[in-house]
């Protein structure tokens, strides 16, 4: 398996500091101390080999021994998907940071199951694709988008991804296969609606945009499952023209 890996926001220095949950995660549940090395990643595309100098009860001391940057996989995959109910969007979050998907962004459609508001929430899904990169050994962090519109998310990712190829989750069966769509270098932004369907109104401002409805599967899936099956068949095309 290698060396145990921890998230340092920054790794540029001789000397970091890990404090939090990832301090506890080396002192208390990998039980590692002075003199141990370890692997540190900012999720920016930087590993480092480190040695740990000093481990308190709520700190560690780590003496960065090498580095390496890493560039990010290209095209990028962007998933703009409807909030799931629940910790179902949790359990997303982290099987599409561990796919390699490059952004995910939580849609409101207007058939979006309401989700109360809480201010940890953006916190607290960042938290998770910390766990999952660590654990698939992933380098880079997927962006998490806050909540919002779906008019404002899309206006956002086309001024983010310009050359995008976008796509949208479709139940019809005369929509062309997803695993048969041709893809070019471009990113690729793929829309999933609500378990209760898009609006007449959502249909027709994306196809407006010239959006391309695809069909994933012919069976219904769950908002967190079609998200996961569009994470993991671009991701996997990408990373294999890529070799």
Known sequence: MGLFRFYCRSITEP??????REAHHLLTVCRLGRGDSVELFDGAGQLATAVITDAESRKVTLQIKQIESHARPEPQVVIAVSIAKG???DWLIAKCTEMGVDRI???VFERTIKQPKNPKTLDRWRRLTI?????????FLPQIDKPLPLRDVFGALIKDHPNAQILLGSFLESSPALICQPFSGNDVIAFVGPEGGLTDGEQSFLKDQGVCSVRI???VLRVETAALVFGAILTA???TNSR
Do not use: N
């Open 105 to 107: 962004c939580p849609v």
């Open 15 to 20: 000397v970091v500091e890990l404090a939090g």
């Open 237 to 239: 095309r990408r990373d």
């Open 217 to 219: 599967t012919d069976t």
């Open 87 to 89: 910790d179902r969007f």
């Open 131 to 139: 766990e999952a990169a660590k654990q698939s050994r992933r380098l």
